[in-house]
């Protein structure tokens, strides 16, 4: 008898986890749609225009390097063609 009793509590209790299996999955897959749609990003558009491009730069005159390098090559030589489509 008591085995008996212990099969159908045994068969209960697995029907329960079936039960909540898929009630998890179920959750997990909602968060997941309601995640990948919440996480797209909004891209701002314009219409297209034809229009003139300004650009100004204030200056002294004078070109000076950000960083200073001294490039020397490893052996000394001339340079006779470069070979360049």
Not at 31 to 46: G, W
Not at 54 to 78: C, F
């Amino acid at each position: 008898m008591d085995f008996v009793i212990l099969r159908i509590s045994m068969s209960g209790a697995k029907s329960t986890l079936r039960w909540l299996a898929v009630a998890v999955l179920i959750v997990a897959s909602l968060l997941f749609v309601q995640s990948r749609q919440s996480s797209r990003l909004a891209v701002l558009t314009a219409t297209v225009e034809r229009g003139d491009i300004y650009s100004s730069i204030v200056t002294n005159g004078i070109s000076q390097p950000v960083r200073y390098r001294e490039l020397r090559a490893e052996t000394e030589g001339e340079v006779v063609r470069v070979l360049v489509e």
